[in-house]
């Protein structure tokens, strides 16, 4: 047994873990555990989440924690949790792999952990809360390819090595790209989902290739605003280049209806909400969703709560539907 896993079986034998503590009136104690907070997206996700019903009356109490982007943060975060009894963990892994070490001393703590926006290497989640990153890449992928005509060259900006957005973005990337052989990668690496980091790479990229880009794809929309940026300060038109994210951030769907990129808009308030109510329903079996999703949703019916896997469908952001989108965030 490792030491972690003897820290974690003393809180039990101490009667610290979630299922000893945890009386039926009590507020239900959900730790929300994000990758990290620097960018949009995961803001709007941590926002959902403070906002669910169930913690607006009271009968659920969160706590958001910001990962920082640093897998053995979420991990020292987790150990926290354990520690202080939370019921149930909702969890935007930083790492496909490195995060199921997270995952096992919770459970071993007897406390359910819920997935949610990003995937984790471990058969011990009590369930998924998510989108296909295999089909946002291919949808993201496409859209470029269809500005080029098939035509042309690419360079591909992708995300933090190991986490699942990049390995399965990557995934739909390549899927799309197998149907222009014609089209060659010039270059592909990691912006670890920042704008600013994006930017670098396209300046040093235009400075190698000049007009041979004719597509990028971007595998979030922070890092497609950052290569709109970097194309900019070069002096030359964002027109003359197909470019594409994902995730549907607010800057995005500003550039989508100006016509300088395309956008799928990843539905994180869904993603938070629904994770809640299964995180709820997890400590307590009799639970009912409190959250409108499932309406919203009707092809992700709640089941009981008792899916492995729920999956929320993408939006690929339009001229006619960028309006409204932008208007939900006010």
Known sequence: MTPKMMMTASMLALGLGAGAVHAQDDPVKIGMAAYGLNAEFMQLWSAAGEKHPAVQSGMVELTVFDGRYDALVQQDQFETMITQGYDAIVFAPMDVEAGATAVQLAVEAGIPVVGSNARVNSDQLTSYVGSDDVEAGYLEAKAVLDKMNCEGDVVIIEGPIGQSGEIQRGEGNEKALAECPDVEILERQTANWSRAEAQSLMENWLTSHGNDIRGVIAQNDEMAL???????AAGMDV???????????TDALNAVKEGRMDSILQDGEAQALGAIDVAIKAVRPDYEPMSDIWKQYPDMPWNGGADSEYNVPWTPVTAENVD????ARQ
Request: glycine share 14%; net charge negative.
């Open 226 to 232: 950052g290569a709109i940026e970097a194309i900019r």
């Open 239 to 249: 027109d003359n280049f197909a470019i594409a994210g994902v995730d549907g951030v």
């Open 324 to 327: 409204a989108l932008l208007a």
